[in-house]
């Protein structure tokens, strides 16, 4: 089936780093979003992006929409402690618009130590 | 905020023990999911429900895992008999996909059932 691989698999940075992860495929995406999730939480929406090289940011975080549609990745700029948690990237295929259906990458853990 | 609601947080029980999982989606939305997350398989789709009909099931161990949508408020997710290998956490989701549109509106997620199974 289709996968989506992401990477790093975890991180352990100072506060105050910049973090970036990435996520790839061999399968064109329609959509690709970007969840935290906190411990003991489900995954919470940061960003959302729906068009080939769409750039977007939401506070410290920017994410971007690859130009082959097949990738995206995340970046966090100055990090700090509460952006600990686990990141997953997850991509909507083309032509699958009508079920919502999503593909979840594995998830980058982040630590971040102050 | 609206928010996806899952009960119950926390459930443990024995092994052979029916377990239902409840989700109350967003109100109008209309797409309810559930995943699996372990450590081992991440987050697992295992069926989904558009306008209460189920779309796809085949992520689902059919034998003994069984979902449905009584009415759009709710949602369930059976276990019988559970197994120590269902220990994992369930989590419910909802969205609202456009029909004709390829690219919708993200998926909303409850807090999940932490479920073990002794």
């Known amino acids: 089936g289709q996968q989506l691989n992401q990477s790093p698999q975890s991180m352990f940075i100072q506060e105050g780093e910049d973090v970036s992860m990435n996520c790839t495929s061999s399968s064109i995406f329609n959509t690709w979003l970007w969840y935290k999730q906190d411990p003991g939480e489900g995954p919470v929406l940061l960003i959302a992006l729906y068009k080939a090289g769409e750039l977007t940011s939401n506070g410290r975080l920017t994410a971007q929409f690859g130009i082959t549609r097949k990738d995206s990745f995340l970046n966090i700029s100055a990090s700090i402690p509460s952006d600990v948690g686990i990141y997953f990237c997850?991509?909507?295929?083309?032509?699958?618009?009508?079920?919502?259906?999503?593909?979840f990458g594995q998830g980058t853990t982040l630590q971040v130590k102050p | 905020d609206a928010r996806v609601t899952q009960t119950p947080r926390h459930k443990v029980t024995e092994m052979g023990q029916e377990v239902t999982m409840r989700c109350q989606p967003i109100?109008?939305?209309?797409?309810v999911f559930w995943y699996r997350q372990t450590m081992m398989q991440g987050l697992e789709l295992l069926a989904y429900f558009r306008n209460r009909a189920p779309l796809d099931d085949s992520g689902m161990p059919k034998d003994r895992f069984s979902a449905e949508m009584p009415d759009a408020t709710l949602a369930t997710l059976k276990i019988q008999p559970s197994e120590p290998r269902d220990s994992a956490v369930y989590f419910c989701?909802?969205?609202?996909?456009?029909?004709?549109?390829?690219?919708?509106?993200?998926?909303?997620f409850g807090d999940g059932t932490r479920l073990s199974i002794l």
């Open positions: 109100l109008g939305h209309n797409t």
């Open positions: 997850a991509g909507q295929l083309v032509g699958t618009g009508n079920t919502g259906k999503l593909i």
């Open positions: 989701a909802s969205g609202l996909p456009e029909v004709g549109r390829d690219s919708n509106q993200p998926q909303h």
